[in-house]
């Protein structure tokens, strides 16, 4: 069955970096699209990030373009999110979300969300 | 970006009973490719969302019949046909037509 198991959620200062995993199981990881999607109780839930299936190309929400970056390792069947000059706006729980692989795969599995806070 | 609202945010309901929750979006959902990339997703307390609907009205794999999904455009509703417990969750509607991809505040279903 279709697994994705984020890690790295920690709590980190404002302004420092934090990078978060994303292990996916159960499917062709490599065939698929996949995104970052992040939920707090103030603002919801948002999305933030995809790369294409190769990782050829990948694209992000204003609010986060040029502080995170979005990669996969193919041969690991792992994705991942690099998050730089993190701020107290930043504190959420993390969803790694599977994407498209032809058909009606977008947004149809998620895994189970990993929690950063920033705080001093 | 595509503002998602939902109403009610909140909605009380009697077991057995119907429930209906309105999406709207600021701008139309018909994709160039002529599909409409409208989604709905349940989230129960302490779990993470479930997809439930795809492209408007189409129901995944395990979902009971009872949930549907409907409208065109700028307008969509998310229908319960007769509600039950393990509904109690929040719903929210989710726009992938254009980026970046936004989803609604959310509406609570609960129990009266």
Redesign the interface.
């Known amino acids: 069955q279709v697994q994705l198991v984020e890690s790295g959620g920690d709590v980190v200062q404002p302004g420092r970096s934090l990078r978060l995993s994303c292990a996916a199981s159960g499917f062709t990881f490599r065939n698929y699209g996949m995104h970052w999607v992040r939920q707090t109780p103030g603002k919801g839930l948002e999305w933030l990030a995809i790369i294409w299936f190769d990782g050829s190309h990948e694209s992000y929400a204003e609010s986060v373009k040029g502080r995170f970056t979005i990669s996969r390792d193919n041969s690991k069947n792992t994705l991942y999110l690099q998050m730089t000059s993190l701020g107290a706006e930043d504190t959420a729980v993390y969803f790694c979300v599977r994407g498209y692989y032809g058909g009606n795969t977008d947004f149809d599995y998620w895994g189970q969300g990993t929690l950063v806070i920033v705080s001093s | 970006d595509v503002v998602m609202t939902q109403s009610p945010l909140s909605l009380p309901v009697t077991l057995g009973q119907p429930a209906s929750i309105s999406c709207r979006s600021s701008r139309s959902l018909v994709h160039s490719d002529g599909n409409t990339?409208l989604?709905w997703?349940q989230q129960r307390p302490g779990q993470?969302?479930?997809?439930l609907i795809?492209?408007v009205s189409?129901r995944?794999s395990g979902v009971p019949d009872r949930f549907s999904g409907s409208g065109s455009g700028t307008d969509f509703t998310l229908t319960i046909s007769r509600v039950e417990a393990e509904d109690v969750a929040v719903y929210?509607c989710?726009q992938?037509t254009h980026?970046?991809?936004?989803?609604?505040?959310?509406t609570k279903v609960d129990i009266k």
């Open positions: 990339y989604h997703f993470s969302p479930r997809r795809y492209k189409s995944d929210f989710m992938y980026g970046p991809f936004t989803f609604g505040p959310g």
